[in-house]
């Protein structure tokens, strides 16, 4: 999970014990309190099992400009209709609209009485802009790319997640088993007010038992975003949120989902360096803040770049280390800008090679983020990061070996940077 002002943290669950909090977001304005959370969590996929709700004959969702069930949605598979299931008792007892994008891809809920016109075209640009700057590196659905042999299930003997002593288990509620690229259905979830915010993230801790010790504090947040689900919940608008833009929101959250959706977790630097630059690309500003809860002054919405310059400027050596140095929990905003710059040299100058790295960042995750056991089961490790050094192998091996010397040029010239070869 991660969130923004206000607080919002992010947890990601391990395959068979408690999930470690990854944290926040905000934003700063002329001076004004930003309210701005979006907590994300990373991990596998979901496994088909409808949550509780209206019979799949009597659910509706807009479809193609039309009003359909779900067995008109059929053809695209089951992600969009167990998505639409689990959702619809929110939907009904809050009178939000269900819209399904053409493909299946996206499932966004709004208040009824909102037009969504404007959020469908922000999802389709997003939705282009990223497949073009990270093309799928093989087909949709292909075999799963988890390790081979799932943990046996470990005993349901009460214990609270997070209590060392216990050890816990959830059950998805929507997807396809085990995390397969381009399968699941992203659920984005609009809410009108703090009472329907607050109702979102209780169903999905109803049926997520690792969410539950994440939902108090949870309760506090302006938004989130789970990898487990593939889902996001933000505010549309609050009495206390200041510097706040719901459409940011959205392009921003669903960069991350899109991402983790191809490619499941990437490193936070790349993950968030990549929404930030989609979010800049699209919106010609920054408003999301993951992690952070503090004041937003103006010009860190639209001065990434100068301020760049100005960190970097009389640099000789540019190390690894402070690449990836942004981390799940605290916001940094060094750390995030030299993300967000690190991701626009990318797809500036080495776009064809970036979706071999993040699938290289994949593979290195399920090699050394499991621990496997003897009787070859396994489980992952929670809140692991692959280290400095492996990450600058890969990085040498899409950007070449003089990658990072290329990255500090980039800092301190900007647009006007110009790669020697």
Known sequence: MDGGSRGGDTAEPSTQHSPSPDATRADEGV?????????????????????????????V???????????????????????????????????????LTDDGRVLLLTPRKKSTSKELKLIDKTCEYVDEILPSPEPA???????????PAP?????????????????YQWGAGEWRRDAETIVLVQASDMDDYIHAIELLAERFEYLRSWIDSARSFAGCTLQQPLAAIWLLGDKDLEEWDPENELVHR???LLVLRRFDRQPAWLLQGLAWHVEYEL?????CFPWRSAFVFETEHTAWEAMLKAAHKGESELRMDDVCKLSRGDFQLDHARDAWGAAWFLVRYHDEALPTLLEDLRKLQR????????????????????????????????????????????YQRGKSFKPKR
């Open 61 to 99: 969702v807009k479809w193609k400009k039309k009003d359909v069930t779900l067995a008109d949605i059929a053809p695209l598979g089951p992600s969009p209709a167990t998505a639409a299931q689990t959702w619809a008792p929110f939907a009904e007892e809050h009178d939000y609209r269900m819209t």
């Open 31 to 59: 001076i004004k309190r930003a309210m701005n959370p979006l907590p994300l969590l990373l991990a596998a996929a979901p496994i088909v099992s409808a949550g509780p709700g209206d019979a799949p004959g009597d659910i």
């Open 367 to 410: 090699e050394k983020g499991v621990v496997t056991h003897a009787d070859g089961s396994w489980e992952k490790i929670p809140g692991y990061e692959p280290s400095a050094a492996d990450q600058l192998a890969l990085l040498q091996k899409a950007a070449g070996e003089e990658a990072l010397a290329d990255l500090l040029g980039f």
């Open 283 to 287: 919106q010609k500003s920054h408003y």
């Open 141 to 151: 659905d292909a075999a799963p790319a988890t390790p081979p042999t799932p943990p």
């Open 155 to 171: 005993p349901d003997d009460g214990g609270e997640p997070g209590d060392d002593e216990a050890e816990w288990h959830f059950e």
């Open 254 to 256: 669903l960069t991350e």
